[in-house]
């Protein structure tokens, strides 16, 4: 074999001749049957560098390569993962029989100077022609789907056209995303947040909205996350301040002082020093009442690091923000978030409220969250409160405050100012 196209430490094919002779297979082959490109991975490499040494690690890949040459037409395509081909997949049982004792001959404990290694190995595979009539898509779609066994924590996976699907609509998503950020798409509603006993408005959350041209409005449950994986959420989020924290002032000036703003904001501007850096420079920039505005976290985000985040809101508490725990009671470790984090405001979540009617043991949970964040001395805000029952329900137990569609939907500003004069009136005229 030409040196240029063998692996040095294996003497195995490199990826460069593994794709000619896939390639060449194809094109020369017209009668050929389904074939498998398997895309292995050694999940555990470094471990094993770590613990045994370098020169083990080595061996074990050296080892590993022998074993699947002599098998199948392998590559080395990384450090620790290969590229292998398996001929005439009759069915899919067949494959996965393969598989199942290929994986268990490279993983059981592998004997390498005496020391008995344990290889963790993965595998995606993708098949021809079904997923990919050249040797670049067949090679992309065998890595999607080793990422994907690796996200699931299984250890084999074949390739799912679902899955391209749920890429492309990502990718796709990203780039309106994208756009709509260009061409000003994007709108903020208000939902008000009642005094359960007055009635009387006492703040609003500020709910992003998106009206896409082609797709009409897309909810922000579908494209915050999106927004989060493409990284186009601090963008997004710092339109969301700039927009909510003017409309303050705003308000302010027309003197409606008293009025909370509650604002989203996701996991990924509080972990992101230099976008957390930014954003707090756009909120201290307004100069207007701190202690009227909340930032709320939701409860299920995957905070990486909570005692990075801790400082950094207690930072925005230095100006006087709030800080609200949303979806209470939704996540794996509300409690631990209350401990860590500096909360003022815990926000039971909608699918509590939504049924306390109805179950027992909601309204056990229900009502002992607000007699926990009434003993710690949090505010507590009941969210989704949609009919008379639940609203008396949590007049009932002591619950002070909420919001949801019995009260008031989500509305634009110019809405909202009209809903703010004739609360006004009605005031004075109570008076
Ligand atoms: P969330 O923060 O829990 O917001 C409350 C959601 O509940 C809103 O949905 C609101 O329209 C909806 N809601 C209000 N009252 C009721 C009710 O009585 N019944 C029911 N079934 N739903 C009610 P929306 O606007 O679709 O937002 C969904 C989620 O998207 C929000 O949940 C929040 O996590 C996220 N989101 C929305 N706006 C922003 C934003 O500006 N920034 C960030 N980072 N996330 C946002
Ligand atoms: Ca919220
Ligand atoms: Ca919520």
Known sequence: MKKEYSDILTGL??????????????????????????????????????????KTGEKAIKGIA?????????????????????????????????????MDKVRTAYSCDKEQ??????????????????????????????????????????????????????????????????????????????????LEIIGVEALVRWYQPENGFISPEDFIPIAEKSRLIYKLEQWIVNKAL?????????????????????????????????????????????????????????????????????????????????????????????RTLPIDIIKIDKSFIQSVLDNNKEAIIVKNMIAMSHELDYRVVAEGIETQEQYDFLIQN???RGQGFLLCMPIPEEKLSELMKICKYNKEIAV
């Open 13 to 54: 094919p490199n990826l460069i001749l593994f794709h000619k002779m896939i390639d060449d297979l194809i094109t020369h082959s017209p009668e050929l049957d389904r074939f498998a490109i398997v895309c292995l991975s050694i999940e555990n490499l470094r471990e094993i560098k770590e613990a045994f040494g370098y």
């Open 66 to 102: 022998d074993y699947l040459d002599n098998a199948y037409f392998t590559s080395r395509i990384a450090e620790g993962r290969f590229a292998l081909l398996i001929p005439d997949i009759k069915s899919k049982k067949y494959l996965e029989n393969i598989m199942e004792e290929l």
């Open 117 to 198: 290694l344990y290889i963790s190995m993965i595998a995606g595979i993708s098949i021809y022609p079904v997923h990919g009539s050249d040797t670049a898509v067949l090679l992309q779609n065998a890595e999607a789907a080793l990422n994907l066994a690796k996200e699931n924590g299984e250890d084999i996976q074949i390739y799912k056209d679902a899955f391209q699907e749920d890429v492309m609509t990502q990718v796709h998503m990203a780039n309106m995303l994208q756009n709509g950020l260009d061409r000003q798409e994007f709108t903020l509603y208000y939902q008000p947040e009642f005094d359960l006993r007055t």
């Open 246 to 338: 003017s409309q303050k002032l705003q308000w302010e000036k027309e003197g409606l002082h008293h009025l909370e703003l509650s604002i989203n904001m996701s996991s990924k501007t509080l972990e992101s020093e230099r976008y957390f850096d930014k954003m707090e420079n756009i909120i201290s920039s307004y100069n207007v009442d701190y202690s009227k505005v909340i930032i709320e976290l939701t409860e299920t985000m995957n905070l990486a690091n909570l005692d990075c985040v801790a400082d950094r809101l207690k930072r925005l508490k230095k100006l006087g923000i709030k800080i609200a725990l949303d979806d209470f009671g939704t996540g794996f470790s509300s409690l631990n978030h209350l």
């Open 398 to 400: 002591c619950g002070e």
